[in-house]
């Protein structure tokens, strides 16, 4: 595990004479979120589970495809920590500069290249596609079987492909195709919920401040989101739990204070569901890593 997280931060990206990496991951709960100085695109494989976006957290299934633009904050996560829960996810990493060669095959005018060619507009913006047919997933494994192999004429092929996995997304997005990130309404939604998590909100304190019943707040959320509220909010909270445990010392019993937990069992129990592991055991899991 440590040489993937080695080389998801780049320290051993692109060691062919290209600018283009492809693999296959099997995702956990060990890596945290992060972000790159280049492009990707991620398509799912298998299973299910969970993206975690900036501050958004989005419900992910076989044939879900995500272009995420340098500098954007994100990692994949299964939907438990059980052995059963699976979520393989397709990586394809390349660095923008690949694309002044081909910007001549693609619109100016395509939110999906704007985003890499011109990632500091877009920080913190990213795109999301549903592959009804597998004709990118089927790419993609291509490519990485190619990438494998290495052999002769591999940069050509993968170059090639990589057009065409964009030019397929163009196309899917002026077909209607894709799901932009969250609409503005939901947007303040979010905002309120992550300057508040900390503080015992209800789904109804989050609907009475934007003025909508209850009912139709949780119909709303659930259908844009994927999750209940307090899944969601559970979610929130335990991602700030992860990145207090990664770089403070501060006690696990202060940190649950931080976020919103004062049942202490109830904060471990929850902690332990959504990991898989203990607070401590996560905290003491990243420093080993670190010190490796």
Known sequence: MNGIIAELRGENFFDLDIDIFVNREQEAFSLGQHTHDFVEINIVGEGCGFHYIEDQVVQVKQGDVFLIPIGTSHVFRPSSPERDKVLVVYNCIFRNKAMENWSHHFSENSETIRMILYPQER????????????TLHNMIHNMHCEYLKRNQGCEIILNTTLIQLLIMLQRMEMEKEYMPSPNDKLDDVMHYIKNHYSKNITAQNVADHFYMSISHFQRQF????????????????IQKCCELLESTDISIHEIANLVGYLDMKFFHALFRKKTGVTPRKYRQNFQEWKIE
Do not use: A, V
């Not at 659930?222 to 909270?237: A, V």
């Open 123 to 134: 920080k913190g913006r990213w795109l999301q596609f549903h592959d009804k047919h597998s």
């Open 222 to 237: 659930k259908k844009l989101t994927g999750h209940t509220f307090i899944q969601y909010l559970q979610n929130i909270r």
